[in-house]
């Protein structure tokens, strides 16, 4: 009786702790108020960095826009932006961030989405084993509660607690990350060869792209001066869909769907940077198949810079 005592005291302090501090800063908890966590899996920092009114402005997506970084945009733009990309998220959990950071903000002023491969599947697909935690950035305080009694939660409940204390840094407020930190240029590139052969195909690709039509409503939400820019990012040319096969009528049709987005509203663009050209057929300028280097994420920079100035007239250089 004495043992289940214990372990019933131990449970209610373990709970009383995680809720003071507040271990993914999601602002339902912790009257400490600590500033920051030192999180490193981006799924869960960023409901942290979603509901920073320090900015007005979001890159959002998969990891093919992580190596956009804020401060040169901020600094092209003159706006305050966070980096909110996700890696390996479904498109859906995109969205739920995009939510969030919609929720905690009364000021938006512009929106960058990587559209990626993901986004143009032609079907919803299935959730992975190893779900985004919607339950920390959808779920109501219950919900919530039911996921903070784990080792993850005590984890960063320390962590945070080591901020407070001036013991540990948080990691940038931003959310800006150089992945070439792991992945330094020249210590690992793609492999050139010739993009296969496909047949040709001169049939037609259904445009229902169910992706295209939750970022629509999603953004539809917004109001019309609120800027939106999606980028889909360069591959590797070897990857590039060869002009006339089926491959290529789908990414087109893709591209034509995201495109009505932003169709109509100011200081917005879609740039479609999946060509095959010098840049995308230099190995140096890619980590692997989709993840390009700091090279070219300098130009998409410029390209979104150029698109919140000039909207669909910008003259992108890439």
Not at 208 to 232: N, Q, S
Request: glycine share 8%; net charge positive.
């Amino acid at each position: 009786m004495a043992c289940f005592g214990a372990l019933a005291l131990g449970a209610a302090l373990i709970a009383t702790l995680v809720i003071l501090v507040d271990p993914y800063d999601s602002g339902r908890f912790g009257p400490f108020a600590i500033r920051g966590v030192a999180d490193r899996n981006p799924w869960t920092a960023n409901v942290s960095r979603a509901r920073d009114t320090q900015f007005d402005s979001a890159i959002l997506g998969n990891s093919t826009g992580q190596l956009l970084e804020p401060a040169r945009l901020d600094k092209a733009t003159g706006l305050r932006f966070v980096q909110l990309v996700a890696p390996g998220a479904d498109p859906r959990g995109d969205l739920a961030i995009l939510d969030f950071f919609a929720r905690h903000h009364q000021t938006i002023r512009a929106l960058v989405f990587s559209i990626d491969q993901p986004w143009c599947s032609q079907a919803v697909l299935p959730l992975s084993k190893d779900p985004f935690p919607y339950w920390l950035y959808e779920g109501g305080t219950l919900r919530q509660l039911g996921h903070l009694f784990t080792w993850a939660a005590l984890d960063r409940s320390f962590q945070r607690i080591a901020i407070a204390r001036g013991a540990r840094q948080p990691v940038r407020a931003d959310g800006y990350w150089n992945y070439e930190e792991l992945w330094a240029p020249g210590a690992k590139h793609p492999t050139a060869a010739e993009p296969a052969n496909a047949a040709p195909f001169r049939g037609k690709v259904t445009d229902h792209f169910p992706y295209a039509d939750m970022l629509a409503a999603a953004i539809g939400k917004f109001p019309r001066e609120v800027a939106v820019v999606l980028v889909m990012p360069p591959t590797f040319y070897t990857i590039v869909p060869v002009p006339g096969t089926r491959d290529a009528a789908v990414h087109a049709a893709c591209r034509e769907a995201f495109r009505s987005i932003v169709s109509g509203r100011a200081n917005s663009n879609l740039v479609d940077y999946r060509v095959d050209n010098a840049l995308t057929r230099d190995p140096a300028n890619f980590t692997d198949l989709v993840h390009y280097r700091a090279a070219i994420a300098r130009r998409i920079e410029q390209g979104i810079a150029a698109s919140l100035r000039d909207g669909q007239g910008a003259k992108i250089d890439f």
